[in-house]
């Protein structure tokens, strides 16, 4: 039954955090009084996308560590440059508009990125490597970039944010490697597929919550907001667009180029609302989740585009073949 349930998820993952949004605005004041248990519903999915991958996995991907640490840069230095850059342009004197901005795209990449990379034949070491060090390293990384970006603007408490993704993020990945480790990587048959439909149902009520409480501002749609929707839109695609780029001129093998295409794109959404909300006023929030509108799908759409432009790659092969095989 857990089985099906997980499938029939997987499925409708383009429209359940969407979905979930919309939930949180209609039952904003049922939902409100309990979005500080976000953080603890985001530490559930932690441990359990932690299940995957043992500590002899890291030493794997380390010994060629070129592709994830381009991808990081893409995530935590390049993109929230961007962002920055393009909140400022646009909403010059929104200060909190400009910091979710940021928060949205200086987050590490979500932990979905598995069950995206998994269905466009991706490179699956390189992606549970790629979340789980970007995870672990995400309470000095998001700090740090919110620091250099907005710091000077914002006032942030940087101590009590590391504390919290330490307990958030930290902890519950190294339970789950440890676990993990223990059983010699059978808990990665046994309890993970357990705890898989949990996982996703945790986002969407993570979603939910956290939507609830920015809600007096989704609910009022006028021009400030639809700008808002578009920027985080344009961002979203160029996220995705950077890691394919960046992946062809480096040269690498198809798998690689569909993991940084996906991991680039993809954003942990149940992080940046928890933390948007926990060490932030709730405008902050918004960017964060108006991405949840395209994120899912946006990934779906560019799993195609990856599949499009292999079959165009192929297709040009073999006309160059067969001129050589005539002549």
Avoid: C
Avoid at 2 to 28: C, D, Q
Avoid at 154 to 180: Q, R
Wanted: overall charge neutral; glycine content about 8%; charged content about 10%.
């Amino acid at each position: 039954m857990l089985v099906k349930l997980n499938h029939f998820l997987e499925k409708i993952m383009p429209i359940l955090t969407p979905g979930s949004v919309v939930i949180g605005i209609l039952a904003e004041k049922a939902l409100q009084p309990y979005a500080f248990l976000s953080a603890w519903f985001f530490a559930f999915m932690t441990f359990s996308g932690s299940l995957g991958a043992g500590f002899h996995d890291f030493a794997r991907v380390l010994t060629r560590p070129l592709p994830m640490i381009v991808n990081l840069v893409i995530l935590h230095a390049l993109m929230p440059f961007l962002a920055w850059g393009a909140a400022s342009l646009f909403f010059p004197d929104e200060v909190d508009i400009v910091t979710g901005f940021v928060l949205a795209a200086v987050i590490p990449t979500g932990v979905s990125s598995m069950l995206w990379t998994s269905i466009y034949a991706g490179n699956m070491a390189l992606t549970l490597s790629i979340i789980l060090i970007d995870t672990m390293l995400s309470p000095l990384l998001v700090p740090l970039g919110l620091s250099l970006f907005v710091g000077a603007n914002v006032e942030m408490d940087l101590g009590s944010m590391m504390k919290g993704m330490l307990y958030m993020v930290v902890l519950p990945s190294l339970a789950g490697m440890a676990l993990h480790q223990i059983t010699g990587g059978k808990v990665k048959q046994t309890l993970a597929p357990r705890l898989a439909p949990f996982t996703k149902l945790s986002m969407g009520v993570i979603v939910a919550m956290n939507s609830s409480v920015v809600a007096p501002y989704l609910s009022k749609v006028d021009a400030k907001l639809i700008g808002m929707a578009g920027l985080v839109l344009a961002l979203s695609i160029l996220s995705y667009l950077v890691g394919w780029l960046a992946a062809r001129l480096f040269g690498w093998r198809r798998d690689v180029i569909v993991t940084l295409t996906i991991n680039s794109g993809m954003r942990n959404i149940g992080a940046g609302t928890v933390m948007a909300i926990a060490y932030f006023p709730p405008l902050v929030a918004l960017p964060v989740v108006l991405a949840t509108l395209f994120q899912q799908s946006l990934a779906a759409i560019f799993g195609q585009f990856l599949r499009l432009v292999e079959k165009e790659q192929a297709s040009g092969q073999a006309e160059e073949e067969l001129p050589k095989a005539a002549g």
